[in-house]
């Protein structure tokens, strides 16, 4: 009864929906068991181009049954624009199944992210704005409303009552605070108010008998799709089938084992898909962990390897490194081989998918960094815990050599170039897990299967 968990190695878009869209072929069940639309991934079959949040990557296969499971914070409206682009490209989204106990991102928590964000000025962590902190915030308050009080208006009510009332605080307090910082820089204070800003109050997004009344009204539409989707899980594995179990973000940006602050609300490694789809450590079985052949991150926080110069430039337009989410540029920099190993030994990866190696095409000599030097000079071949360390630690690389052709329409191992397979057989070894996918361009065709 095989349970298969894709993670993320790095600091997220490393394209796992691209490798949870192949890997689904030989699965029953794909279950996201974290985070939110935060998240974005682009999967490209056929030359067309379909871009999910919140939606499993395997909803293009009508027969495979796809779980939004109770470890997700779900936007109705974010989800049901996507069930509504997938029904009009003529997508079945039948065997959607939304766990009931999945926590629902209100309005509150969207308004929330923002001012939380703009009130930490220049400390603040670049999060996507879409709810993700607060919420997750809220389920630990046991304030969050969840998929299943939709479907009671009484519940629904008080529910929200509940979470409202400290949140309104919260947010005239931020209001206030702007408005004083806003008067302090000079501004018009009066034409900025008149013009209903975030966080001001009243808001006529946070009016609890509107809320109330849309929310009910997401709660008939997803009807249809509220399950017990852990028992939808045991049911799949008990019988023999292969569930995947697909994380959002990565680990580097683990809220216990990332690079915190600099991270997101929830965990994406291997160990939370356990709780976050509601089954046990022992029905998995496999671990595969995604990173791409150099490193990207977006948002703030530490990124030893960043490039500031061409080469860093060059990956960003040739790799497309733009977000699905928030359209920002992603930062980018060299394969980090101590992150990696950390990731590895983390989520204890069996296999690595490496995307994204054609983007490496012609940036001359390809670098990983093997170690870090602290501030103070001394050697560093683990990633370290200390965030003051991990933010002035500079990398130490191996350099390779690199390759000017274009591997986009290589299939085979043996049609890439050889300092391509030798950059793949160095991560590998120096990792210790071996690479068993690689990606040459976009289309789930532009694959490469290593090994097998
Ligand atoms: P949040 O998850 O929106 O709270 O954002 C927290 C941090 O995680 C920010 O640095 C985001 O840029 C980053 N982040 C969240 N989701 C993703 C993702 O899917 N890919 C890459 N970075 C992400």
């Given at each position: 009864?095989?349970?298969?968990?894709?993670?993320?190695?790095?600091?997220?878009?490393?394209?796992?929906?691209?490798?949870?869209?192949?890997?689904?072929?030989?699965?029953?069940?794909?279950?996201?068991?974290?985070?939110?639309?935060?998240?974005?991934?682009?999967?490209?079959?056929?030359?067309?181009?379909?871009?999910?949040?919140?939606?499993?990557?395997?909803?293009?296969?009508?027969?495979?049954?796809?779980?939004?499971?109770?470890?997700?914070?779900?936007?109705?409206?974010?989800?049901?624009?996507?069930?509504?682009?997938?029904?009009?490209?003529?997508?079945?989204?039948?065997?959607?199944?939304?766990?009931?106990?999945?926590?629902?991102?209100?309005?509150?928590?969207?308004?929330?992210?923002?001012a939380?964000?703009t009130k930490?000025?220049?400390?603040?962590?670049?999060?996507?704005?879409?709810?993700?902190?607060?919420?997750?915030?809220?389920?630990?308050?046991?304030?969050?409303?969840?998929?299943?009080?939709?479907?009671?208006?009484?519940?629904?009510?008080?529910?929200?009552?509940?979470?409202?009332?400290?949140?309104?605080?919260a947010l005239r307090e931020l209001s206030v605070q702007r408005r004083k910082l806003r008067k302090e820089a000079g501004e018009d204070v009066a034409k900025a108010e008149s013009e209903a800003e975030l966080g001001d109050i009243?808001d006529?997004?946070?009016?609890?008998?509107?809320?109330?009344?849309?929310?009910?009204?997401?709660?008939?539409?997803?009807?249809?799709?509220?399950?017990?989707?852990?028992?939808?899980?045991?049911?799949?594995?008990?019988?023999?089938?292969?569930?995947?179990?697909?994380?959002?973000?990565?680990?580097?940006?683990?809220?216990?084992?990332?690079?915190?602050?600099?991270?997101?609300?929830?965990?994406?490694?291997?160990?939370?898909?356990?709780?976050?789809?509601?089954?046990?450590?022992?029905?998995?079985?496999?671990?595969?962990?995604?990173?791409?052949?150099?490193?990207?991150?977006?948002?703030?926080?530490?990124?030893?390897?960043?490039?500031?110069?061409?080469?860093?430039?060059?990956?960003?337009?040739?790799?497309?490194?733009?977000?699905?989410?928030?359209?920002?540029?992603?930062?980018?920099?060299?394969?980090?081989?101590?992150?990696?190993?950390?990731?590895?030994?983390?989520?204890?990866?069996?296999?690595?998918?490496?995307?994204?190696?054609?983007?490496?095409?012609?940036?001359?000599?390809?670098?990983?960094?093997?170690?870090?030097?602290?501030?103070?000079?001394?050697?560093?071949?683990?990633?370290?815990?200390?965030?003051?360390?991990?933010?002035?630690?500079?990398?130490?690389?191996?350099?390779?050599?690199?390759?000017?052709?274009?591997?986009?329409?290589?299939?085979?191992?043996?049609?890439?170039?050889?300092?391509?397979?030798?950059?793949?057989?160095?991560?590998?070894?120096?990792?210790?897990?071996?690479?068993?996918?690689?990606?040459?361009?976009?289309?789930?065709?532009?694959?490469?299967?290593?090994?097998?």
């Amino acid at each position: 009864m095989p349970g298969v968990v894709i993670v993320g190695a790095q600091w997220g878009d490393e394209g796992k929906g691209k490798i949870t869209d192949l890997l689904a072929d030989r699965a029953g069940m794909i279950v996201r068991f974290q985070g939110g639309n935060n998240a974005g991934h682009t999967i490209v079959r056929e030359g067309r181009e379909y871009k999910f949040h919140l939606i499993p990557s395997g909803i293009l296969y009508s027969q495979k049954t796809c779980v939004i499971g109770n470890g997700v914070v779900l936007d109705p409206r974010v989800l049901l624009g996507e069930i509504d682009g997938l029904k009009r490209a003529g997508i079945d989204v039948g065997n959607l199944r939304i766990s009931a106990n999945a926590h629902l991102i209100m309005p509150y928590h969207v308004l929330l992210d923002t001012a939380g964000e703009t009130k930490l000025g220049k400390l603040s962590i670049g999060t996507t704005r879409r709810g993700i902190g607060p919420c997750y915030a809220d389920k630990a308050l046991r304030l969050g409303i969840r998929v299943q009080d939709l479907l009671d208006e009484k519940i629904l009510r008080t529910k929200i009552r509940a979470a409202l009332e400290p949140k309104q605080q919260a947010l005239r307090e931020l209001s206030v605070q702007r408005r004083k910082l806003r008067k302090e820089a000079g501004e018009d204070v009066a034409k900025a108010e008149s013009e209903a800003e975030l966080g001001d109050i009243p808001d006529p997004r946070l009016d609890v008998h509107g809320m109330v009344e849309e929310h009910v009204s997401y709660g008939h539409r997803l009807e249809p799709h509220i399950a017990d989707t852990a028992r939808l899980c045991w049911d799949e594995l008990d019988s023999g089938g292969t569930v995947i179990f697909e994380g959002a973000q990565a680990t580097l940006l683990d809220l216990d084992h990332g690079t915190y602050p600099f991270v997101t609300s929830s965990n994406p490694i291997a160990g939370a898909a356990c709780v976050g789809a509601g089954v046990g450590p022992a029905d998995i079985d496999e671990v595969w962990g995604i990173a791409k052949a150099y490193a990207t991150r977006v948002g703030a926080g530490p990124f030893p390897t960043e490039l500031e110069d061409e080469i860093g430039e060059r990956m960003v337009e040739q790799g497309h490194e733009f977000g699905t989410t928030t359209g920002r540029r992603r930062r980018c920099g060299w394969m980090d081989l101590v992150a990696l190993r950390y990731a590895v030994r983390l989520n204890r990866m069996d296999a690595l998918a490496i995307t994204k190696l054609d983007v490496l095409r012609g940036l001359g000599p390809l670098r990983a960094a093997v170690r870090y030097r602290s501030k103070e000079g001394a050697v560093l071949d683990s990633f370290p815990y200390h965030q003051s360390i991990l933010h002035s630690a500079t990398p130490e690389y191996e350099e390779l050599p690199g390759f000017d052709e274009d591997i986009s329409d290589c299939r085979e191992e043996a049609d890439l170039p050889a300092a391509a397979r030798d950059f793949l057989a160095f991560i590998a070894d120096f990792v210790g897990v071996p690479v068993r996918l690689v990606g040459v361009g976009p289309d789930r065709d532009q694959t490469i299967w290593l090994g097998s």
